[in-house]
Nanobody
Framework: QVQLVESGGGLVQPGGSLRLSCAAS????????MGWYRQAPGKQRELVAI????????NYVDSVKGRFTISSDNAKNTVFLQMNSLKAEDTAVYYC???????????????WGQGTQVTVSS
């Protein structure tokens, strides 16, 4: 069984910063990609940022480019999302997602974290 454990959400004023973390643990796996999605009330879940480990590339939704940075610690199977210059419209539940190659089982599948609330408000 694989688990994704998130941390780092909270309440911050506009213009402030937060850093989210997501650690993958459990059975044998290789990380194909890890990223962050968010879902605001009444809206669809959207991809915020992703690291594709196999291609060594990162992608961001346009609305966070220049403000958010995704990074990873390969030794700890952890991905981070540094969020700067936060705006009210960044308020959402942020979910970690990992596409893992379960090589001992012979297939890949996606896992989701439990979600962490980010609220940007004065």
């Amino acid at each position: 069984q694989v688990q994704l454990v998130e941390s780092g959400g909270g309440l911050v004023q506009p213009g402030g910063s937060l850093r989210l973390s997501c650690a993958a643990s459990g059975r044998n796996f290789l990380i194909n990609a890890m990223g962050w999605y968010r879902q605001a009330p009444g809206k669809q879940r959207e991809l915020v940022a992703i690291i594709n480990k196999r291609r060594d590339i990162t992608n961001y939704v346009d609305s966070v480019k220049g403000r958010f940075t995704i990074s990873s610690d390969n030794a700890k199977n952890t991905v981070f999302l540094q969020m700067n210059s936060l705006k009210a419209e960044d308020t959402a539940v942020y979910y970690c997602n990992a596409d893992l190659n379960l090589y001992d089982l012979g297939y890949a599948r996606a896992y989701w974290g439990q979600g962490t609330q980010v609220t940007v408000s004065s």
